[in-house]
């Protein structure tokens, strides 16, 4: 089957340890996720994964995930200007912002990641980004008694995959 679309997967381990492509076998899928990656790497690497983007018609975004396991909330400019550089190089490109998940790090506060969440949607406002609130469907799943994280509470399940997938594809398809 012919692709149809090419899509650039930005991000940490959350990213990179999916098949993509084969979840997505009608579309072409470069997967640059980086374990253990912080929002400050991705800006460090931008530049370069943009470089070699011609030709992506979407870039979805999915990191933050290892500022929270080391306590680092203060990553939001640093997304922000990921961003506007993505929307710069890629001006006819869909940017796509996934919400951080209903991680289990016992040192969050109540209600830390939903405000976190909040603010990435209004970065993916400013910037002509589109925000996927994975959220949502992962606390939907886990209330339907579905296992979407491991038990470190931060990788995901095959059942975790599959519900960030179900929904991006509805995004892709729209």
Same mark, same amino acid.
């Given at each position: 089957?012919?692709?149809?679309?090419?899509?650039? !997967?930005?991000?940490?381990? #959350?990213?990179?340890?999916?098949?993509?492509?084969?979840?997505? /076998?009608?579309?072409?899928?470069?997967?640059?996720?980086?374990?253990?990656?912080?929002?400050?790497?991705?800006?460090?690497?931008?530049?370069?994964?943009?470089?070699?983007?011609? $030709?992506?018609?979407?870039?979805?975004?999915?990191?933050?995930?290892?500022?929270?396991?080391?306590?680092?909330?203060?990553?939001?400019?640093?997304?922000?200007?990921?961003?506007?550089?993505?929307?710069?190089?890629?001006?006819?490109?869909?940017?796509?912002?996934?919400?951080?998940?209903?991680?289990?790090?016992?040192?969050?506060?109540?209600?830390?990641?939903?405000?976190?969440?909040?603010?990435?949607?209004?970065?993916?406002?400013?910037?002509?980004?589109?925000?996927?609130?994975?959220?949502?469907?992962?606390?939907?799943?886990?209330?339907?008694?579905?296992?979407?994280?491991? /038990?470190?509470?931060?990788? #995901?399940?095959?059942? $975790?995959?599959?519900?960030?997938?179900? !929904?991006?594809? $509805?995004?892709?398809?729209?």
């Amino acid at each position: 089957m012919e692709k149809t679309e090419t899509i650039l !997967l930005l991000g940490d381990s #959350l990213v990179e340890f999916f098949d993509w492509q084969a979840r997505f /076998p009608e579309m072409a899928m470069i997967n640059r996720g980086m374990a253990g990656e912080r929002v400050r790497g991705l800006l460090e690497r931008i530049a370069g994964e943009l470089a070699a983007a011609d $030709g992506v018609d979407a870039v979805v975004i999915m990191t933050g995930a290892n500022n929270l396991a080391g306590e680092d909330y203060a990553f939001l400019r640093d997304y922000e200007e990921i961003l506007r550089r993505v929307r710069e190089r890629l001006p006819g490109a869909r940017i796509v912002v996934s919400s951080l998940l209903p991680f289990r790090f016992p040192w969050l506060a109540a209600g830390a990641i939903s405000r976190l969440n909040a603010s990435l949607r209004a970065i993916a406002g400013l910037a002509g980004a589109d925000y996927l609130d994975v959220h949502a469907a992962f606390v939907a799943a886990q209330r339907a008694g579905k296992i979407c994280f491991q /038990p470190d509470g931060v990788h #995901l399940t095959g059942s $975790g995959y599959e519900t960030w997938a179900r !929904l991006l594809a $509805g995004y892709l398809a729209g």
